[in-house]
């Protein structure tokens, strides 16, 4: 097994990734927005753009941690549901106000028409982070905190409209696991995305990406967070993570249909998405 | 088609993959097959007989029972879908392509209360007992409802035109003057529209969309060349092009009216149509007038410039 560039049992690698990100929970979201130049924020967007929910969708969302993709998902939903009962309205201008009133009582109104998003993590302190971060923004309906292990997933079968994992899988241990439990909590129709580190093809670009990688990363994680080795695992375990293609073939394997990929900036992030049919 | 459809059938585990390569020895341009697993939703082509709504995913399933238990890798023996053998795979699993199909004539159901968008499509899938992510297949225009209604309505269309002919070759039916033929079959064409009128224009504007100019224009074409064709036209010379230039003028423009027709039963958009089809059986008139004056004017000018070589003596042979 490999964890960053060493080699190491099963076991010590889930012990050692549980420990990086203990060590980094706190400053996890300031060393993304400094890595990435705050570029980590665009590739979210467009997961949660792909993704296109609708009000109703119930989403799980692996190794979420701080909850970056349960906001985003949140706001989108809202605005969509605005979108919604706005056309109803218009629809329905002739109601009396007693007759809209009632409607709001009966919850006909509700600003997020159901959805709901189950952010599961493996690791009590970036769940712990999450929370806050939730209670800091103002996000309180429509969002569950549960710990739980992408290999083992504490769930029931067929019950999600939507698994994301996004920027986690790399730290998995048994990624044909994650796949298979993600394939087993999803709805017939549900939909697998998975948004991470993938490779450069374009030569001159990867021999830039690497500098900036090696260089400038664990630097970045010594000055802010106090802590190279992390950082230097967390550039290692990109190099060693499958190829785009190659995970396309394991996110088949585990019975996705329609698995496709979109490389975002010449493929050091790529979206994976596949349909449980 | 078939290999595709292998493609999407079940797969077959690792283990097996050697002894099917042996097998078949032809299949080298086949990718890896996928591991053996039963499909939650792609139903047996035998089922799709049997028209059973996909009410509950669980019930579908055709190895386990629906005791709530997916076992991961079950083996397929008793489905001989998947052998890699040619031909054989296409028929036992309906294709990702099918099961599209399905939900997007669901869909359609909710185009007049939701547009055409993805959450029409959505709300299809819901009714075929997928989750509602299942419209993240599409694209989120909702071009492909839309490409999906207009092939669908072409086919019914040329099923129509079909029965006609039929009808008249067994001699039940008297054959149409060419204008009324034309009349009917655009009035039946446009009246499969009548259920989505209000949404048809947002319709229009994305057919126009340059991604899917390609498409649609094939179908309209398509469609012009099918109406012609039971018209009876068989010309292979350049009046081809002047007639489906001209039917396709008829239809757009037709259509086109009818979005802004508020009239009882739409009487002024087929009013609208008599008169653009009458104008076009006029225009045919006239156009081979125009030729025969023409030949005539260019005889005359022929015969006049022979005569001014005469009175000018350049036609003298010595």
């Known amino acids: ?277 | 088609m078939w290999c595709l459809s292998g493609l999407f059938g079940s797969r077959v585990g690792p283990a097996l993959y050697p002894l099917l390569r042996v097998v078949s020895k032809g299949n080298q341009q086949y990718p890896p097959l996928r591991a053996l697993q039963a499909s939650a939703v792609l139903r047996r082509a035998s089922d799709e007989h049997k028209k059973e709504p996909l009410a509950s995913s669980s019930q579908q399933h055709f190895d386990s029972p629906p005791a709530g238990h997916q076992p991961e890798q079950k083996p397929q023996g008793p489905h001989p879908s998947y052998t890699g053998q040619g031909g054989q795979e296409s028929e036992d699993y309906e294709s990702e392509e099918q099961l599209q199909h399905r939900i997007l004539t669901a869909a359609l159901e909710f185009v007049p209360e939701h547009g055409w968008t993805a959450e029409a499509i959505a709300e299809g899938a819901k009714t075929l007992g997928l989750s509602v992510a299942a419209a993240g297949m599409f694209r989120s225009d909702g071009s492909e409802l839309i490409l999906h209604f207009v092939s669908e309505c072409n086919s019914k269309l040329s099923e129509l035109l079909q029965k006609e002919q039929k009808l008249v070759q067994l001699g039940e039916a008297e054959k149409k003057p060419i204008d009324e033929f034309l009349r009917d079959a655009v009035e039946a064409r446009l009246r499969m529209l009548i259920p989505y009128i209000e949404k048809w224009p947002q319709a229009l504007s994305i057919l126009l969309l340059p991604r899917n100019i390609p498409s649609s224009l094939n179908l309209l074409t398509s469609m012009i060349d099918d109406i012609w064709h039971y018209a009876g036209d068989q010309s292979t010379d350049f009046n081809w092009y002047t007639r489906r230039a001209v039917l396709t003028g008829i239809y757009n423009t037709t259509e086109l009216v009818m979005m802004q027709d508020s009239s009882p039963g739409f009487e002024d958009t087929w009013r609208f149509l008599g008169n653009r089809v009458a104008d076009a059986m006029a225009m045919s008139s006239t156009a081979s007038q125009v030729q025969s004056t023409g030949e005539a004017v260019v005889q005359g000018l022929m015969g006049a410039a022979v005569t001014i070589k005469n009175l000018a003596g350049l036609n003298q042979r010595r």
């Open chain 1, 1 to 277: 097994m490999h964890f960053g560039f060493q080699t190491v049992t099963e076991e010590e690698r889930r012990e050692k990734i549980y420990q990086v990100f203990e060590n980094v929970a706190k400053k996890y979201d300031v060393m993304n927005d400094s890595m990435t130049l705050g570029i980590h924020r665009v590739w979210k967007d467009i997961l949660v753009h792909k993704m296109n929910p609708c009000p109703g969708t119930l989403l799980l969302d692996v190794a979420g941690g701080t909850g970056d993709i349960a906001f985003r998902f949140i706001n989108y939903v809202r605005s969509v549901r605005q979108r919604q009962l706005q056309r109803k309205l218009k629809h329905h201008q002739n109601l009396s106000w007693q007759e809209i009133f009632e409607s709001y009582q009966k919850d006909e109104f509700n600003s997020l028409g159901d959805s709901q998003v189950v952010v599961c993590d493996i690791n009590r302190e970036m769940l712990k982070v999450g929370k806050q971060k939730a209670e800091h923004l103002g996000y309180s309906e429509g969002l569950s905190w549960v710990l739980g292990n992408a290999e083992e997933l504490p769930f029931d079968d067929d019950k999600f409209d939507v698994y994301t994992i996004a920027f986690g899988i790399r730290n998995v241990t048994r990624i044909d696991l994650a796949l298979q439990e993600a394939y087993r909590v999803l709805k017939p129709g549900g939909r697998f995305l998975c948004l991470e580190f993938s490779h450069v093809s374009n030569p001159l670009l990867s021999r830039l990406y690497d500098l900036y990688s090696f260089q400038v990363i664990p630097v970045l994680g010594e000055v802010i967070a106090g802590d190279w080795r992390s950082y230097q695992y967390l550039v290692e375990s990109i190099r060693q993570f499958p190829p785009q293609e190659e995970l396309k073939v394991m996110i088949e394997d585990a019975g996705f249909f329609k698995v496709d990929y979109e490389n975002l900036n010449f493929g050091i992030v790529a979206i994976h998405s596949g349909f449980k049919l």
